[in-house]
């Protein structure tokens, strides 16, 4: 498996954080859809991502279609940590320890 | 609005995408259009319904990769590149039809040689249980160095019954009998045997019963199993045949069986099946004495071994003195090394012909080895032509396992219709070789190209397409290696040319020692060719002459037919000598028979010498010798006055015999008597005639074995004990002619027949084709050697000359310029053709080591020369130097002749 690209990690650690729509993941990761939804293809069919319809019950009565909700699966996850842990190693490459990424504590 | 402009965007996307995906394309686009619209509202999502595009894209992508990767996978890989393979090289179909012929030729011919040694070594013989069977008989060194006798009746009395590794014994005797047909007398294929054997042999009866027990009682009625053909012939495919009587050598004879299909004895070719079976009916209470003249096959018990078996009969072996006083003493077995052997009987009837299949087929395979390494050669430069498009293969991403793919399957398309054209090769080549092969080769009936063969050539192939395509795959300095991991450097280059020079040495090794192989045969043949059978075999025809007791009850009988059937062949137009005798040269194996000595001197001697008595005892017709013109070294022939009055007690001896028994000494007015015989009168002998060569043993080269021979007349001196049962009735009749004297066969029998009518002739051959076919496996041999050779010389100097001829080409400019600025053309071709000789030595060098092990190996087919034998290995190094050196020189010519000024702007 190739590793993982920098704008896949961003789609995956968009997923991770639960936000599973097409358009709610664009706007997270500032990606354009030509970028995203490419992305998801291949990350689903790497069996990093996987996706499920909204019941239809709920969209009906909300008068709107079902939507597609996209996770990220286990496989995805260990990607994500891999790729947050490879960039976190370039940053400090780069950019000595400032922890551009952190994991929520802001220095 | 806006929502229609971005779900029109969206449907239109979802087109691209693959048909099964679009409407879920579609729904799930149109969902979050709608929502992020009733979110937002902006024109931005419109612009974001073009991702659907994308999108599309994506799934189609996927999908395609999908169906490759997941459902034909390895499969389907290999389809694709076996195809792209097969364009490719329909593109150059130069390189195609030069690599797929060199590679018909190579596996054609290792196809076709598998085929018989398939069939005839490695087949089990077409018996029930046929690695059980083993043959019996006796190895004798005390007799000479390679004597072996047949099993005697004792042997197989005691040994029927104590044996403990085998379950069955048969014995047997092959020969003829003569049967009176509607058609006049002819001799029948018989076979006496005891009642064990044809159920050994499988055989089945198709009407009545195989010989029983009954049968085979001394003094049981004289009854005989007949064989299909026998019965469709000479009976008429009469159902009721069974129960009627046919005539067989005088006397009347039971039919009590019909066989199903005809049984052969092993070794037999389907044409010389016995077609009558009768039992041998020996009297197990009876007295036995020391004769050894029968065949014998045994069943090894399940479980036992042919070792086993022979452990056995040495410990039987002890105990026949004390069981058979009469026949045997343990001194005699001491004496003479007396030792029962049991070999697997497929090892017995395939004898000599399992060695020279072996060498024949290492050969081709060495003619294989060759056509790959040409075609990896022609591989290596089509790589190097093919660089430019395989960097664009490397630069769209195909890696180096997809790049290896590639080049193997070319190989393997190659190999593939190489495999397909030597395959038709083969079933050509087959029967043609079968219809040349000469007789002494067994078991060719019915040898054809089968399924054997055909997976033979297949796995043959497949090794073939992986042997000529790893050139360019193995190794870092290969094409394959060059192109996926680095540039193409001169050093790669190098090792490329050294890749191209190390399979250039390894042909011309190879040719090398194919041709030493084909030498040293070729030397055998001639040495064969020029041995000097004793006699002179032109103009003589030859035919066998039966006589029956029932018809000439004494030999005086016999002595009057015997005279007149020879005065009335001498008076016929063109014949010269006429002369009956019981062993003819080179086809005869003139036996052992004990002599008796008058001179008590010579037991002496011979016992001190550890040599038997025994000799090539013949009875012979006056003008045997003349007819065969056996030099006379001493005294006189045997005239007819010697059989007219037995009382002159004339006989003539070999060379051989005289050497032997009296060394040194004047063997004239010496007195033997014939089986043995030690009391007076004896013969005397009044002449020495030279030495004519008898039928080599096996492994013996032909035309080499001198038979010592004793001939007597054909009357016997006194008339108590005549000949202790030895009634010649086979004599062969020999007549040379100064005319044609197959043309004297016609004329033979019409004056036996005139003489009488009952008496068959049969096997009429000429002398010169006995002595020809005494020959003939080796020759046939060395025959099929020498065309794997040339065939092999020229696939290695075709090999050769591409080499160079492409070597050339690339150093066009080089030449040119060297040529530009003075260089003299004869400097050019020596250059070049001095390169291509140091490959050529360098090969010779590995090419020798490799002849000495190959010749070694078939040692077992060479006649009368060494393996080692120099002129073999000058003659091949000769003949190699010079197709190498032509090979080169005529690249090199069109090297020297290039022009200057076209070269320079060549690239």
Known sequence: MAPTSYNATLVLQALSQGLGYGFEIMRATDLPSGTVYPLLRRLEAAGQVASSWEDAAIAQSEGRPARRYYRATDEGMAALAEARERIRAQQRALFGDADLLGDGAGS | ?907
Not at chain 2, 262 to 288: C, K, N, S, Y
């Open chain 2, 1 to 907: 609005m806006k929502e229609s402009i971005a779900l029109t965007i969206v449907r239109l996307a979802a087109l691209r995408a693959p048909r099964g995906q679009r409407d879920e394309l579609v729904s799930e686009w149109r969902a979050e259009v709608i929502r992020e619209l009733h979110r937002d509202g902006s024109w931005s999502v419109v612009r974001s319904a073009f991702g659907a595009f994308s999108d599309a894209r994506a799934r189609r992508v996927i999908e395609r990769a999908g169906r490759k990767t997941s459902s034909d996978g390895f499969v389907g890989l290999w389809t694709e590149s076996l195809r792209m393979s097969v364009r490719s090289l329909v593109r150059t179909p130069g390189f195609t039809a030069v690599s797929v012929l060199t590679l018909a030729i190579g596996l054609g011919s290792s196809t076709a040689i598998y085929t018989l040694l398939d069939r005839i070594v490695l087949d089990p013989l077409p018996y029930p249980d046929a690695e059980r069977l083993v043959r019996i008989d006796n190895q004798v060194p005390g007799a000479g160095p390679d004597a072996v006798w047949a099993l005697s009746t004792a042997q197989w009395a005691y040994y029927d019954e104590h044996a403990t590794e085998l379950d069955a014994i048969a014995v047997y005797r092959s020969g003829g009998g003569n049967v009176l047909t509607i058609s006049g007398p002819r001799r029948a294929r018989l076979v006496r045997t005891t009642r064990e054997l044809l159920p050994l042999l499988g055989a089945e009866p198709r009407l009545g019963r195989l010989i029983s027990e009954a049968d085979d009682t001394p003094g049981a009625e004289r009854v005989a199993v007949v064989s299909a053909s026998f019965w469709r012939d000479e009976l008429g495919g009469d159902p009721d045949a069974i129960g009627t009587t046919i005539s067989m050598d005088g006397r009347p004879v039971v039919v009590v069986g019909v066989l199903e299909d005809d049984a052969r004895l092993p070794g037999q070719t389907m044409a010389r099946a016995p077609e009558v079976w009768t039992p041998l009916q020996i009297d197990r209470g009876g007295t036995f004495y020391n004769n050894h003249v029968f065949q014998a096959i045994g069943r090894l018990a399940p479980g036992s071994s042919a070792e086993a078996a022979e452990a056995d009969f040495a410990r039987l072996r002890d105990r026949l003195p004390e069981r058979f006083p009469d026949a045997y003493n343990a001194d005699f077995f001491e004496r003479y090394g007396f030792r029962t052997q049991a070999a697997e009987l497929r090892a017995s009837v395939v004898g000599n012909a399992a060695s020279g299949l072996w060498v024949l087929f290492g050969g081709v395979a060495l003619v294989l080895l060759i056509a790959c390494a040409n075609v990896a050669n022609l591989f290596l430069v089509r790589m190097e032509s093919r660089q430019r498009e395989l960097s664009v293969r490397v630069a769209i991403g195909a890696d180096r396992p997809a790049i290896t793919r590639h080049v193997l399957s070319d190989g393997l398309v190659l190999a593939g219709a190489g495999g397909t054209l030597g395959l038709l090769l083969a079933w050509a080549a087959v029967p043609a070789i079968t219809r040349a092969a000469p007789d002494a080769l067994p078991r060719l009936d019915g040898v054809a190209l089968g399924l054997d063969g055909v997976l033979f050539t297949v796995v043959a192939s497949l090794a073939v397409g992986v042997a000529v395509s790893a050139w360019p795959i193995l190794g870092r300095g290969s094409a394959v290696g060059q192109l996926t991991v680095g540039g193409r450097g001169s050093s790669a280059g190098r090792r490329q040319n050294r890749l191209r020079g190390v399979l250039v040495v390894s042909q011309i090794a190879l040719a090398m020692s194919l041709l030493v192989g084909a030498g040293l045969l070729l030397q055998s043949v001639s040495l064969i060719r020029a041995s000097d059978p004793g006699f002179d075999a032109q103009g003589v025809a030859a035919i066998d002459l039966y006589a029956t007791s029932t018809r000439y009850p004494d030999d005086v009988a016999l002595w009057a037919f015997h005279k007149e059937v020879t005065a009335r062949i001498a008076a016929l137009p063109g014949v010269v000598a006429v002369g009956m005798g019981e062993e003819v040269p080179v086809s005869g194996g003139y036996g052992c028979t004990v002599q008796g000595f008058e001179d008590e001197t010579v037991y002496d001697r011979i016992r001190e010498a550890g040599m038997t008595t025994c000799a090539g005892q013949t009875r012979v017709t006056p003008g045997y010798f003349e007819a065969l013109d056996i030099p006379l070294l001493e005294g006189r022939y045997l005239e007819a006055g010697d059989s007219d009055d037995p009382d002159r007690a004339a006989v003539v001896v070999s060379k051989a015999f005289a050497d032997r028994f009296w060394p040194g000494e004047n063997p004239l007015g010496r007195g033997i008597g014939p089986s043995g015989r030690t009391i007076p009168p004896y013969y005397h002998v009044v002449g020495v005639v030279d030495d004519v060569a008898k039928r080599a043993d096996a492994g013996r080269p032909p035309l080499s074995d001198p038979a010592m021979a004793v001939y007597y007349p054909g009357v016997y001196q006194t008339t108590e004990n005549r000949w202790g049962g030895w009634f010649p009735g086979t004599m062969t009749l020999l007549v040379k002619s100064s005319t044609d004297a197959g043309s004297l066969f016609p004329a033979i029998r019409r004056v036996v027949a005139e003489i009488d009518p009952e008496i068959p002739l049969s096997n009429a051959r000429l002398m010169e084709d006995v002595v020809a076919d005494a020959s003939a496996d080796v020759t046939f041999l060395s025959s099929l050697l020498m065309i794997a050779a040339f065939s092999a010389l020229l696939l290695a100097a075709v090999g050769l000359h591409g080499v160079v001829s492409w070597v050339v080409s690339r150093r066009t400019r080089e030449i040119g310029m060297r040529l530009a600025i003075g260089a003299h053309p004869g400097a050019v071709v020596r250059g070049v053709v001095g390169g291509t000789m140091r490959l050529a030595i360098l090969g010779l060098m590995v090419g020798l080591p490799l002849a000495m092990l190959t010749s070694r190996v078939g040692e077992a087919v060479l006649v009368g020369v060494s393996p080692t034998d120099p002129t073999a290995y000058l003659g091949a190094v000769a003949v190699v130097t010079l197709v190498a050196a032509l090979a080169s020189w005529l690249p090199a010519r069109r090297a020297a002749s290039i022009d200057p000024a076209t070269a320079l702007r060549y690239d």
